[in-house]
Every structure is written in C-alpha cells, then in structure tokens.
C-alpha cells in the first residue's frame, strides 16, 4: 500500500490550502486516517486524524482553521488549511492506518510528505 500525497506549495499569511492524500493497492482496509507535521529540528506533531467512522480529532493549534475529511470509496483523505500562519510551515505527512482483512494487525503507512511554506 502507498500513499501519494499531493497539494503543498508556497502561501501567504492568511491563505488556504488544500492537501490531499490517496492510497493505492488491494486487499486492504484503513481504518484511521490523519495528517502530521514536522518543522525544521521539530519533532513531528499531528495535526488532525480522522476514524473510519469520520470522528475527528485536531491539534488545538489548527482547531477552527483546518479541516480533515475523507472519501472513503477513493482512499483519500483531504486536509482543507484556512488562515494559514508562518508557524504552519513545515513538511506535511499523511499517514494511514491499514488492516490486511479481519485478525490482521495495524499497520501504519506514511506517504513522502509535501511542503508547506507560508510567508509572513
């Protein structure tokens, strides 16, 4: 299974966003969803996920500016940015939460990151 996440790029103060990420393969199910962040010489942090039954959960930090949504027919997951802010500039990953059918383990897949600069 991979993830290829798509829509970062170079944005003013105040601007918006749209990133999106979509799996690719067979045989699989994913159960969370969410989006990850990583500034230079920061850990990475998560910034929103969403559970297969759309409850969603955000880092107080992007709560009322961002949010998370997915198409579960097309394995995508969507990550609608408003507002944006200097301190939102960093490498975005998608990440997913995948089962291989019923007694499978979880197992976590990341997608290549995209960038995200906002100037002030």
């Known amino acids: 299974v991979q993830l290829q996440a798509s829509g970062g790029g170079l944005v003013q103060a105040g601007g918006s966003l749209r990133l999106s990420c979509a799996a690719s393969g067979t045989g699989f199910t994913i159960n969370r969803m969410g989006w990850y962040r990583q500034a230079p010489g920061d850990q990475r942090e998560l910034v929103a996920t969403i559970s297969s039954g759309d409850i969603t959960n955000y880092a107080d930090s992007v709560k009322g500016r961002f949010t998370i949504s997915r198409d579960n027919a097309k394995n995508t997951v969507h990550l609608q940015m408003n507002n944006l802010k200097p301190e939102d500039t960093a490498v975005y990953y998608c990440?997913?939460?995948?089962?291989?059918?019923?007694?499978?383990?979880?197992?976590?897949?990341w997608g290549q990151g995209t960038q995200v600069t906002v100037s002030s």
């Open positions: 990440n997913a939460a995948i089962i291989f059918g019923i007694r499978s383990p979880e197992y976590n897949r």
